[in-house]
């Protein structure tokens, strides 16, 4: 009988874990998809059962709720990807500013002091734009913030190498950048960005897809094999959404957002990742993804700075 009684409890402390995964699969419901999203939310509740059931001195179920807990940490991307060596690699940076951010200067100091090749920004704003004109000799080829371009759905792009681009507007108002970034005489590589809104409403969260679709469709015309799509997501890489789009494109989800909310700082266990970068793997692309990895210095934004190393194949 106690048997039964034990193993009736561990199936019921199990039961949340396979409500989670059944949930996962509705796809087509807004708000099941953004809490499936953010898997530390069934860790922080093993983690509390853990402690509560250990206080009660219940000690075979608190360590299958530590069990569970520690499963369902890995299932959330670390802060840093890394495969092979990256000899002489392009390194690419993406960082959501966040429209309210006081102060640049510690991240425009990294610009200046690191061989960084390419830079993608979110939520640039006009004042933002201001202190980037500081990097013109660094950087001297910029998209975003000329007369009548402005920042397309709050994007900026600033490159060593020169770029070709266009902003392009969608039926819900939405910019995606595309065209081409030279980032060497012999290697032209096909620039996708985009910043999909957050879906915090039903109706954000069909723009956020409808954005996504649109980006897949124009990638599709690529003339490169060498293609890259970045941007500020605002997709969980824990959704089944996220494994079903981009399918002909490398990718290595790692933990940006949130780095904190109203100056607070929120445990690196807890966040998600959202800010992506896909590379073309079909095609006899030349680049891979060798390296990324969280800039955690700056401040200011509720998003991580992220860098990616891409290397070339030998």
């Not at 102060?103 to 920004?121: G, M, R, S």
């Not at 266990?269 to 590379?279: C, E, M, S, V």
Request: proline share 7%.
């Amino acid at each position: 009988m106690r048997t039964k009684k034990q193993f009736g409890i561990c199936l019921l402390l199990l039961l949340p874990t396979l409500v989670w995964i059944v949930a996962s699969s509705f796809t087509h419901t807004w708000w099941i998809e953004n809490i499936t999203g953010i898997p530390s939310i069934i860790t922080g509740a093993y983690c509390f059962s853990f402690v509560a059931l250990l206080l009660c001195r219940y000690y075979l179920y608190s360590f299958f709720c530590l069990l569970l807990a520690t499963l369902w940490l890995y299932q959330t991307p670390s802060q840093q990807y890394t495969t092979v060596s990256c000899p002489d690699p392009l390194r690419v940076v993406q960082y959501n500013l966040y429209y309210t951010n006081p102060d640049l200067t510690p991240f425009l100091h990294y610009l200046i002091k690191t061989d960084i090749d390419l830079v993608v920004l979110q939520e640039a704003s006009p004042w933002h734009g201001e202190r980037f004109m500081e990097l013109i000799d660094e950087y001297p080829y910029q998209f975003g913030g000329a007369p009548r371009l402005g920042y397309p759905s709050g994007q900026m792009i600033i490159s060593k190498q020169p770029l070709n681009l266009r902003a392009q507007n969608t039926p819900a108002g939405h910019y995606m950048i595309s065209g081409i970034w030279q980032s060497s005489e012999e290697r032209p590589v096909s620039l996708y960005t985009a910043h999909p809104p957050s879906p915090r409403t039903k109706q954000l969260w069909h723009e956020r897809n409808a954005l996504i679709g649109s980006l897949e469709r124009l990638a599709d015309y690529s003339p490169y094999a060498d293609t890259l799509i970045i941007g500020d997501f605002n997709l969980s890489a824990n959704t089944k959404r996220f494994a079903s789009i981009y399918k002909n494109f490398h990718t290595a989800p790692i933990q940006s957002w949130p780095r904190e909310i109203k100056g607070i700082a929120i445990p690196s266990f807890t966040r998600i990742a959202i800010d992506h970068l896909w590379i073309k793997n079909i095609e006899s692309p030349s680049l891979f993804i060798c390296k990324r990895e969280v800039l955690p210095q700056f401040s200011g934004s509720d998003h991580s700075a992220v860098v990616t190393y891409l290397s070339k194949r030998q």
